[in-house]
């Protein structure tokens, strides 16, 4: 047993949301229009994940890209750079995007001309899980050097994500890393979940996340 | 210049937090008692740095640590382990401490009996940095694999920190990491920041960090 002290404080819910998030849901499902909401830390990968994601996609599917940030710019630079639909959102300080914001920035898309949205979420494993943007599905994406504890750390992400894909596995033999050990943390907090292991870097892994991906379009 | 729209959206922020963190850094500061605020993102290695550092000082001051988790106890478990004073502290959902949560931390301290608290704040680069927490310095961890790019993304993080410490430098030949354009992505949102380049797995760079910090609490 433990001899620290523990101290439980608060927690805080925002139930509005959760109806602008369902009615987002609803009218997306009705255009057919796919949003992917896209989450993990700082660093993990997000942008050069989506980069070879939009790649494998993109001659199949009429694709955009809703790059959420304080105030940086330099994601939305790069994804326009490679050519694809994109929409900066600054959150002016708020630390995830939520449902009003996602209603705003889906907005800006003429939607008849897409059928599939990534929205970038604001690097952070703990706000972005709390509101319901509205999305069709949550990802997280976790990396190797960030270790194997993070889906005890952070278990609400994990909960609330229907697949997690773990990158940077070509920096195996520099980090310990156990796959297994995060699989089953994984499923234990979201047994549904489906667990791919990519590397952005080398494009290992990358196929098996995709076919995934669209067999979740065509449902 | 870009094409993409950029929508500037609302931001929020707690007048009543910053003056109950100015009556806790007066308090501090008459007891004598220090404070450090440590931010990340998850997984930059924030336990393993505060046990190195806790290491080289504890023959020479009394330490207590705060570990600020969602719900989880892995890092206190860790810090009780090592035969640190730790405290536990829940936030129940909260994304970051804010003053009221230190404060009833600070009050499970027998505050005559240290002089250095480390609080190990949760690993976020956002909303840590909005909070003023009453500690007396606020310090920053980055990571070699989270990308140079942090400072542009995460800009106010680096504006309250006065230190910066780049860790897992043990792992540089894996990722392109530029040391220069860090510093100066640093320095440009807060010349007077120190930086320090160390490996929480190696030891290297911790006496150059533990010094400047000993430099401070003896100001």
């Known amino acids: 047993m433990s001899n620290f002290r523990t101290l ?7 139930a509005a949301n959760d ?13 057919g229009l796919f ?15 989506l980069m070879r994601t939009i790649d494998k996609l993109r001659d199949r599917h009429k694709i955009g890209v809703m790059e959420a940030d ?24 708020e630390c995830a995007m939520d449902a009003d914001m996602t209603a705003a920035a889906l907005r800006e898309f003429p939607s008849d001309d897409l059928d599939l949205i990534f929205m970038e979420n604001i690097g952070n494993l703990v706000c972005p899980a709390e509101n319901d943007t509205g999305a069709t599905i949550n990802v997280a994406i ?13 278990p609400l992400m994990f909960k609330v994500c229907q697949a997690v894909i773990i990158n940077k596995i070509d920096t195996r033999d520099y980090f310990d890393f156990d796959d297994d050990a995060v699989v089953r943390r994984i499923k234990r ?10 590397s952005a870097k080398t494009g290992e892994g990358f196929d098996k996340w995709t076919d995934w991906l669209e067999t979740q379009m065509n449902k």
Request: charged share 30%; net charge negative.
């Open 70 to 93: 304080i105030e940086a710019d330099v994601d939305a630079d790069k994804m326009e750079k490679a050519g694809v639909r994109t929409i900066q959102v600054h959150t002016g300080g």
């Open 35 to 49: 949003l992917i909401n896209v989450m993990a830390s700082p660093g993990a990968g997000k942008t050069s994940c």
């Open 8 to 14: 439980e404080l608060h927690i805080d819910v925002n």
């Open 142 to 154: 976790l990396s190797i050097p960030e270790g194997d504890d993070k889906p005890l750390k952070y």
């Open 189 to 198: 907090l979201n047994p549904e979940s489906e667990v791919f292991f990519v």
């Open 19 to 31: 109806v602008i998030a369902s009615g987002i849901r609803k009218e997306l499902d009705e255009k």
